[in-house]
């Protein structure tokens, strides 16, 4: 198997099946369909997540009982088959030619062990989807040419054997920082590159419900704390659906 593409999944009956959908859209569109596999990891969900993604043809159903999104993650890259694992989120809405570019990637740069980009908030207000690019262009660019390397944990494919090496994710994190805390992480291993071309479409709920200064400050300043400290500063969090 080529790749494999790991969608952790904790009561997203909801956003699903349109991330399914893109993504086996975009696996039709490569020349080796048959060399990528999606996964779904129930994370303890309560509602219909496992249902909704066994129903889907070609996605295979992975149980993790323990809640906890780094807990998933580690649960998707044991049960994964391919030599390159891709991360997506369940709100994530795959765009044309993702795929395509992942693996011109790694093929071209035989160095490189992740691989990485931003995300486009699809249902966000104009000016916040402007606010958000500058954010990338002024903030995290500057930050990743400093640090050489940044993972948006959505929107992200890792070297097996780089994940491996590292004894793959911290599941001590709860959430916040776990996107730095493996980028820095896999920049011992290998180079990490973070392309503005490579966006993945992705929900605002996030962004709506804790309001854009208070998410933005608590990213920037766990990614601060993993660069800094080796670890985040946020332990708690809110699932939001």
């Known amino acids: 198997m080529r790749l494999s593409i790991v969608v952790p999944a904790y009561n997203e009956q909801d956003y699903l099946p349109a991330c399914l959908e893109q993504i086996l859209a975009e696996i039709q569109r490569c020349p080796c369909p048959d060399e990528i596999e999606v996964l779904v990891v129930d994370n303890a969900s309560i509602d219909a997540t496992a249902e909704v993604a066994g129903r889907v043809p070609g996605v295979r159903v ?57 995300y486009i908030y699809y249902d966000a207000a104009r000016w916040q989807r402007m606010m958000v690019r500058l954010y990338w262009v002024l903030l995290a660019s500057p930050a990743y040419w400093m640090t050489r390397y940044m993972v948006v944990g959505g929107n992200f494919a890792a070297r097996r054997s780089a994940l491996e090496q590292i004894g793959g994710f911290d599941t001590a994190i709860a959430f916040y920082g776990e996107d730095t805390n493996i980028a820095r992480r896999l920049h011992a291993a290998g180079k990490v590159k973070f392309l503005l071309r490579l966006p993945m479409r992705t929900s605002s709920r996030r962004l709506q419900e804790e309001g854009m200064a208070v998410m933005a400050g608590k990213y920037v300043a766990n990614f601060l704390s993993e660069v800094v400290l080796k670890r985040p500063v946020t332990q708690a969090y809110r699932d939001i659906r």
């Open 62 to 118: 992975v149980r993790e009982p323990i809640k906890g999104l780094t807990r998933a993650r580690q649960t998707g890259l044991e049960a994964a088959a391919g030599a390159l694992i891709g991360y997506v989120d369940a709100d994530t809405r795959m765009p044309p030619g993702w795929i395509a570019r992942v693996l011109r990637t790694f093929e071209r740069y035989p160095g490189v062990v992740c691989v990485s980009g931003p």
